[in-house]
């Protein structure tokens, strides 16, 4: 038996089409289901539903043997535990710096609030620039406008939850997309199974690449 974990919403919509192509199929809708765990058309594979954060932790400790996760969750996570052989080309977004459209940037010591606190102290230590990170949950466009930080690094796709608060995208941190992760242990016991699922996926990946295109 292999355990997949995945998060409800928007990677599970892009995922679908996926796990599809490999026969797996999840019985029942996690969107009106209240189960967390999914048997799906193949008796040898399950899904479990968690928080899109959490997937890492699941994976690594082995309670799920793979996972999808965005790039933006597991740079926050240790990526020590954990392989990640496929880019799976889904919920694709970018993590940006943003400020109000009618600020600039102030040199020196600037306070910036964001979810991705590791990526952002990253950024801004290759920078050589000394940043107060401020740790929030979401609904980090905000911060801002109500005095709490200067900028905020979050995740833009069109660009349309900036806009509606009067923010601007300023630099690019990181091209975003979700990845497949495996854990380190099912990845030997597990081999054949595992291996044989990850080509599938990743042809079934580069389809859809080549149809976009
Ligand atoms: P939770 O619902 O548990 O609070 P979340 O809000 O991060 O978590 P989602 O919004 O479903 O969950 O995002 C899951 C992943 O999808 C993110 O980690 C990121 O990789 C990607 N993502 C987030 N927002 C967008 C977006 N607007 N466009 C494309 N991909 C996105
Ligand atoms: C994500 C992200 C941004 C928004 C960006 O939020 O946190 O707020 O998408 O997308 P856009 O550039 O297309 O507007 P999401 O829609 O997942 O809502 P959430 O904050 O509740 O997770």
Do not use: W
């Not at 193949?42 to 309670?63: H, K």
């Amino acid at each position: 038996m292999l355990t997949i974990a995945v998060s409800k919403g928007r990677i599970f919509e892009e995922a679908l089409p996926l796990l599809a192509a490999a026969g797996i199929r999840p019985v029942e809708n996690p969107n009106t289901s209240r189960k967390l765990i999914l048997a799906t058309t193949r008796d040898d594979i399950r899904l479990v539903i968690i928080r899109a954060a959490d997937v890492p932790t699941f994976v690594e400790y082995g309670a799920a043997d793979l996972g999808i996760a965005g790039k933006d969750v597991l740079l926050e996570h240790d990526s020590a535990g954990l392989y990640e052989p496929l880019d799976l080309g889904i919920a694709r977004c970018r993590l940006m710096i943003a400020a109000p459209i009618d600020r600039k940037l102030v040199e020196g010591r600037i306070r910036v609030a964001t979810k991705y606190v590791k990526s952002t102290q990253n950024y801004f230590a290759r920078k050589g620039r000394q940043v107060e990170v401020i740790k929030l949950y979401g609904s980090m466009e905000l911060a801002p406008l109500v005095g709490l930080s200067d900028c905020i690094v979050d995740l833009v796709d069109t660009g349309n939850t900036l806009r509606a608060n009067g923010l601007k995208p300023l630099e690019l941190i990181e091209n975003i997309s979700s990845r497949l992760v495996v854990n380190k242990a099912a990845m030997k016991m597990k081999h054949a199974a595992i291996d044989e699922l990850v080509r599938i996926l990743e042809q079934e990946a580069r389809n859809v690449r080549t149809q976009e295109n």
